[in-house]
């Protein structure tokens, strides 16, 4: 038999009684100590960089939802509902905030021209009106549980499509572990929010959510503790390395480090581990660590782009840039084209002219 148990307390000089059950009360304390842990978080920050900020938004984002789902009256939050609801539906903003910080190592805001950032602060502004003058009633309401689905969406296709190529093994696991886990997590209950609305106030579900919610912020909290003790690793750049000093691995790889070997169209980190005879993970701590790289990509174009400088400058100008970018090892012109201008801040055919 359910137990039921009466709750008085005061909020806003009003006095309001509650009756919860033993479920609700379960589900309450799962939900308290998820949202304590947030806070723990929140007071562990104390330098306010664009990555700490990132985190403390999506912190009270997630805050806010643990709270505003509680299996209790609307009514009884009073004045803070509209910001609860505001923060619940800016959970997807403050994810993507977080994976650009984590994964892109810089500000996904400060990256974007002026318009779009204007753009932006307006849409945001007019959530904020939309939520505390019309309680989030309306089409617009949809409308932003859609853009949240896409944005969930992308964070998870981003953080696939260039998992292959990350040598940082701490931004691979963050990718793996963190990212698509909150990210297919945030998806499914955008899901529930969008077509399966009827089963978001059944007692099991809300349970199973708040339990959900309790595991993946303590998950969190481990992980953002774990950022914050670990030392950080020496990078040697690799080009001070002493011939004297390097590890043999390292020696070993710039001795394969030839044209008729880095040239290879589909030259991937397993391929290479294979012919230095290393496990993929070894290897990518070697190119990490020792040599100073956190993309396998940039890597590689540290050896073929000056190959290709080299080319333009002495071999006939009539061949083609493009026959040199395939010789070299590249894929398309167009990812040619952003190597190139990448690694010498200018083009190819700018740089050919300017050696004329």
């Not at 981003?158 to 040598?167: F, G, N, P, W």
């Not at 997590?185 to 529930?192: D, E, I, K, M, P």
């Not at 480090?257 to 993929?280: G, H, W």
């Not at 993970?281 to 790289?293: A, D, S, T, W, Y």
Request: charged share 15%; proline share 3%.
């Amino acid at each position: 038999m359910i137990a039921f148990i009466y709750l008085p307390f005061n909020f806003v000089s009003m006095q309001l009684d509650i009756t919860l059950s033993l479920v609700q009360l379960i589900d309450l304390l799962f939900r308290f100590q998820a949202v304590g842990i947030l806070c723990l978080i929140g007071f562990m920050t104390i330098k306010f960089t664009p990555q700490i900020l990132s985190n403390v938004a999506l912190a009270s984002c997630l805050a806010a939802y643990i709270l505003l789902t509680a299996p209790i009256e609307n009514h009884i939050y009073g004045w803070t509902r509209p910001l609860l609801l505001l923060l619940t539906d800016l959970t997807a903003y403050s994810l993507f905030a977080v994976y650009w910080q984590k994964v892109h190592k810089k500000s996904f805001f400060l990256s974007l021209s002026m318009l779009f950032r204007v753009v932006l602060c307006i849409w945001l502004a007019w959530l904020t009106l939309f939520f505390f003058v019309y309680q989030g009633r309306g089409i617009f309401h949809d409308i932003n549980h859609v853009i949240g689905m896409f944005i969930l969406f992308y964070i998870v296709v981003d953080a696939l499509r260039d998992y292959k190529e990350d040598l940082d093994e701490s931004r691979r696991g963050f990718r793996l572990q963190t990212i698509i886990i909150i990210g297919v997590y945030s998806l499914c209950l955008t899901l529930v929010e969008i077509f399966f609305y009827s089963i978001k106030d059944h007692w099991l579900f809300s349970v199973i959510n708040a339990l959900l919610m309790f595991v993946l912020t303590a998950f969190f909290a481990l992980r953002f503790i774990e950022s914050h003790s670990a030392t950080q690793t020496n990078i040697v750049d690799k080009q001070n390395i002493s011939p004297h000093s390097l590890n043999p691995k390292v020696e070993k790889l710039m001795q394969l480090m030839q044209p008729e070997f880095f040239c290879q169209s589909e030259l991937t980190v397993s391929k290479m581990a294979e012919a230095m005879a290393l496990p993929d993970h070894q290897l990518r701590k070697l190119i990490n660590v020792e040599m100073g790289f956190d993309n396998f990509s940039k890597f590689l174009n540290s050896y073929r782009i000056p190959l290709v400088c080299e080319k333009l400058i002495q071999q006939d100008r009539s061949i083609p840039i493009l026959t040199h970018a395939l010789n070299a090892g590249f894929n398309s012109i167009a990812s040619f084209n952003r190597a190139f201008k990448e690694f010498t801040g200018v083009t190819p055919s700018e740089y050919r002219k300017s050696h004329s």
